[in-house]
């Protein structure tokens, strides 16, 4: 079996606001515009609680039929009691499919007039990129990717230990995970390649996570994970992450802490 990353529901439903405020609508609107008049069935890849679907639904026609793929079962139970709308109102169907997403085919997208994402292809592999972008070239509709991490972080005020922190965090993303390697930041890049190779056409928009002290407790998160996992690659820093997290955990209390994190939405079409 393959080994999956653990995701949390507290987690996913703390980051969905900033989501949703990050993800690109013009991108959004321009894969609407792809789309053929009537019922529309979209299949959203690593679903998890559904955030995709509740920011996306409403930006585009009905009726629709949403088939959730996740690996987490219970993730998925929470998205179908949660619901959406779509641009008329009308609640859209749902449907589940649990299991793993490493060998993904055009079978599997069966029907798909798009297909979604959030948040996954920097925790796939480069087989597994491929085997989606292939899966979603083979069904031939259009494919939404949103908030793919690319690596550069900004911190206000600048530390001169954060370039180390930013480099670690990304050699992490990077990691071997079982007998798995993922792709981590080159992910976006990855994906858009395979798709010119198949002669689609690809658009990127940058969206960006803007934190701040009016949404701390994400910062707060947000930034103790982003450690964890520097301090994970890198055991030599942590001689000096004790004082380096202190700080900023202070001018977080303070509301004197930012962080923009880089993110990057691709839409790709036939």
């Known amino acids: 079996m393959t080994e999956v990353i653990e995701v949390s529901s507290d987690w996913l439903a703390l980051r969905e606001p900033e989501d949703a405020r990050a993800r690109s ?13 009537g019922p529309i069935l979209i299949h959203d890849l690593g679903s998890g609680t559904g955030s995709m679907m509740r920011w996306l639904a409403p930006q585009l026609p009905g009726p629709q039929t ?3 793929h996740d690996w987490n079962a219970s993730l998925i139970e929470r998205a179908m009691h949660a619901g959406a709308n779509d641009r008329e109102g009308r609640s859209v169907s749902i449907r589940a499919r649990s299991g793993e997403l490493a060998h993904l085919e055009s079978d599997d997208l069966d029907g798909a007039s798009l297909v979604t994402a959030s948040a996954l292809l920097d925790v796939l ?27 550069r972080v900004s911190l206000d005020p600048w530390d001169p230990r954060d370039d180390e922190f930013e480099a670690a965090f990304n050699a992490h993303q990077r990691r071997r995970a079982g007998a798995r390697r993922l792709v981590g930041p080159t992910a976006v890049a990855l994906a858009r390649r395979r798709f010119l190779e198949a002669g689609w056409n690809v658009r990127a928009a940058a969206t960006p996570w803007r934190l701040g002290d009016h949404d701390q407790p994400l910062l707060d998160e947000w930034f ?10 890198r055991a ?3 001689v000096d992450g004790a004082a380096y997290r202190a700080l900023r955990s202070s001018q977080s209390r303070r509301g004197a802490l930012s962080a923009e994190v880089a993110h990057t939405d691709l839409l790709a079409w036939p």
Request: hydrophobic share 50%; with cysteine; aromatic share 4%.
């Open 236 to 238: 030599d820093l942590r």
């Open 224 to 233: 103790a994970g982003w450690c964890d996992a520097a301090l994970q690659e």
């Open 25 to 37: 609508r013009h991108l959004a609107l321009a894969a609407a515009g792809q789309l053929a008049p």
């Open 125 to 151: 592999t480069s087989t597994e990129v491929g085997a989606l972008t292939g899966a979603c070239v083979g069904v031939g509709c259009p494919v939404l990717l949103s908030l793919s991490v690319t690596g």
């Open 66 to 68: 949403w088939v959730l």
